[in-house]
């Protein structure tokens, strides 16, 4: 088995497309694929119950099918942060009760496995604890998804820190273009761009797994077949 925890620089870096990615990366591999999901706020009502884009997104790349309960035990409504949107309804996870429902889906040992936190490597789960510390309790390296815009290069060195300051290995990180004024032209912007990467490259000693341009495919499904082309799973020949 090979199971990895994916964080992010921070909310919307791009780490559900590049999980995605990379699940759709191992299936074309032939390897079994599970994307999990143990907490998603902004989540929308429907006849099933509280469904989360990023979750489903991470259902459909999982192969054998797996249930959604399995992929997604802790959903909330309102887009806030995962803490402050359970404490609405009521609820305090804990990461004694994720590690408790993620230990049977792990104990499958299928050939990739990712568990996606909930915003950046800090996030609060609940008063006393952060989602890193799920991470942490089960001993998983990390893949850090780097959202490629002004500002990256401080909050990519100050993650990966953190991790390796929680004692966990950063197995890869990924660069993912979210910044809509660069583009890949031959322009200023364009060497500013490959300058950030060489910076990264250089500063985050970890190996990259690949930089995801902007994809125009218009579904989640169809962004994480297309983002597949640009990424390299952790030790991927």
Known sequence: MTAYFVTGTDTDAGKTLVASGLLA???????????????ASGCDATAEGLRNIDALTLQAQSEPATPYAVINPYTYAPPIAPHLAARRVGERPTVDALADHVAAPLAER???????????????????????????????????VVGLKLGCLNHARLTAEAIRADGLHVAGWVGNLIDPGLSFDESADETCYRDNLATLERTL?????????????????????????????PDDD
């Open 205 to 233: 000693n970890a190996p990259c797994l690949g930089i995801v341009p902007r994809l125009t495919a218009d579904t989640p499904d169809a962004r994480a077949v297309a983002a597949a082309d640009y990424l390299e799973l």
């Open 25 to 39: 990366r191992a299936r074309r591999r032939g390897l079994t694929t599970l994307g999990l999901k143990p907490v």
């Open 110 to 144: 299928r050939g990739l496995t990712l568990i996606e936190g909930a915003g950046g490597w800090r996030v609060p789960l609940n008063d006393e604890e952060d989602l890193a510390a799920l991470a942490l309790r089960l001993e998983l390296p990390v893949i850090l």
